[in-house]
T-cell receptor
Framework: GAVVSQHPSRVICKSGTSVKIECRSL??????MFWYRQFPKQSLMLMAT?????????EQGVEKDKFLINHASLTLSTLTVTSAHPEDSSFYIC????????????FGSGTRLTVV | AQTVTQSQPEMSVQEAETVTLSCTYD???????LFWYKQPPSRQMILVIR??????QNATENRFSVNFQKAAKSFSLKISDSQLGDAAMYFC??????????????FGKGITLSVRP
C-alpha cells in the first residue's frame, strides 16, 4: 500500500534555530500533501495544503513565513519551522492524498518537535 | 463550512464487548465522504473505515461497522468484540466531493477509547 515516510521522528532544537521536516511518498506520486499540527489529546489542526510545483495554501491564522512549505517534486514535501520558539513545540504530521480506485489519505508517522 | 462533532471525549469498553462511537456532521453538500481514523499511542494515523455518502449501504470492515444516517447527518462507528489493541484515539472526518475544496479532511475533536481487560 501507499506509504509516506516522515523524518525525523523526534527533534530537539534551540530557540531561534530552524528545523526541517521531510515527508516522502515511497511508492506513489503525492500531488497534494497536507500538513497538520497536533497537541496532546487533541485533534489534528490543518496548517497548510501543498500541491506539487505551486505555492502552499495556508489556513487562517498560520504564519506562512514561520512555517515554510516546499513541494518541489511529486515525492517530497518539506515543512521548515523557522526561528523556532518553545510555543512551536508540537507534533507535526503530514498526509498525502492517494488517487485512483483506492483513494484516500496516507499519513506520515509524525514528528515530535521540542524547542528549548 | 463543514463541521464534525464528536461530543464524547472518552469512552471505555470491556474486552470482547461492543462499543459505539458517535459522530455528527454539518454540511450543505449532498456528495461527500466520511472516515473514521484510529490513532494509537504510537500516534500513527490508521484508516479504520470510510463511507461514500451516495451509498446507502453501511460500510463494514471485519469487526468495525458504521451506522450512516444521511438525513440525520450522523456517522457512528461500532466496534464489535473489542480487543486491547483497539485502545486508541478515534477521529471522525469529513471530506467534500467538491474538487475546489482541495480534498482536505475536516476532523472531529476525537474520542479516547480505553479497553478494560
Amino acid at each position: 500500500g501507499a506509504v509516506v515516510s516522515q523524518h525525523p521522528s523526534r527533534v530537539i532544537c534551540k530557540s531561534g534555530t530552524s528545523v526541517k521536516i521531510e515527508c516522502r511518498s515511497l511508492d506513489f506520486q503525492a500531488t497534494t500533501m497536507f500538513w497538520y499540527r497536533q497537541f496532546p489529546k487533541q485533534s489534528l489542526m490543518l496548517m497548510a495544503t501543498s500541491n506539487e510545483g505551486s505555492k502552499a495554501t495556508y489556513e487562517q491564522g498560520v504564519e506562512k513565513d514561520k512555517f515554510l512549505i516546499n513541494h518541489a517534486s511529486l515525492t517530497l514535501s518539506t515543512l521548515t519551522v523557522t526561528s523556532a520558539h518553545p510555543e512551536d513545540s508540537s507534533f507535526y504530521i503530514c498526509s498525502a492524498r492517494t488517487q485512483g480506485v483506492n483513494y484516500g489519505y496516507t499519513f506520515g508517522s509524525g514528528t515530535r518537535l521540542t524547542v528549548v | 463550512a463543514q463541521t464534525v462533532t464528536q461530543s464524547q471525549p472518552e469512552m471505555s469498553v470491556q474486552e470482547a464487548e461492543t462499543v459505539t462511537l458517535s459522530c455528527t456532521y454539518d454540511t450543505s453538500e449532498s456528495d461527500y465522504y466520511l472516515f473514521w481514523y484510529k490513532q494509537p499511542p504510537s500516534r500513527q494515523m490508521i484508516l479504520v473505515i470510510r463511507q461514500e455518502a451516495y451509498k446507502q449501504q453501511n460500510a463494514t470492515e471485519n469487526r468495525f461497522s458504521v451506522n450512516f444516517q444521511k438525513a440525520a447527518k450522523s456517522f457512528s462507528l461500532k466496534i464489535s468484540d473489542s480487543q486491547l489493541g483497539d485502545a486508541a484515539m478515534y477521529f471522525c472526518a469529513y471530506r467534500s466531493d467538491y474538487t475546489g475544496a482541495n480534498s482536505k479532511l475536516t476532523f472531529g475533536k476525537g474520542i479516547t477509547l480505553s479497553v478494560r481487560p
